[in-house]
């Protein structure tokens, strides 16, 4: 079983940063990519990033390349980390981290991934 754990969301203006942590735990010898996917309500899940079970390789969506980095430690935490800055009104939503088991490249589907952590709310203000 595998466990991912996210922390770090909060309420900011816009322009400032937050940076999230999602910690896994459990079978963590099996994770391979980890992604952080959003949602708002009434909306479906929104992939926002993910990085290979290497660290090697990063996917971002369009709307945060630039602003959000995606990094990974898995040598000491096995914590995968979103550095979010420059936040906007928009990005305010529920930030889930997922792991899978089966991809080592960071799919962009939720449906890809096996594990779910329960989310950590982020909001900005204008």
């Known amino acids: 079983q595998v466990q991912p754990v996210e922390s770090g969301g909060g309420l900011v203006q816009a322009g400032a940063s937050l940076r999230l942590s999602c910690a896994v735990s459990g079978r963590t010898v099996s994770v391979n990519a980890v992604g952080w996917f959003r949602q708002v309500p009434g909306k479906d899940r929104e992939f926002v990033a993910g990085?290979?079970?290497?660290?090697?390789?990063?996917?971002y969506a369009d709307s945060v390349k630039g602003r959000f980095t995606i990094s990974r430690d898995n040598v000491v935490k096995n914590t995968v980390y979103l550095q979010m800055d420059n936040l906007k009104p928009e990005d305010t939503a529920v930030y889930y981290c997922?792991?899978?088991?089966?991809?080592?490249?960071?799919?962009?589907?939720?449906?890809?991934?096996?594990?779910w952590g329960q989310g950590t709310q982020v909001t900005v203000s204008s």
């Open positions: 997922a792991a899978t088991l089966s991809w080592a490249r960071p799919p962009t589907r939720s449906s890809n991934y096996d594990y």
């Open positions: 990085i290979s079970g290497s660290g090697s390789r990063t996917e």
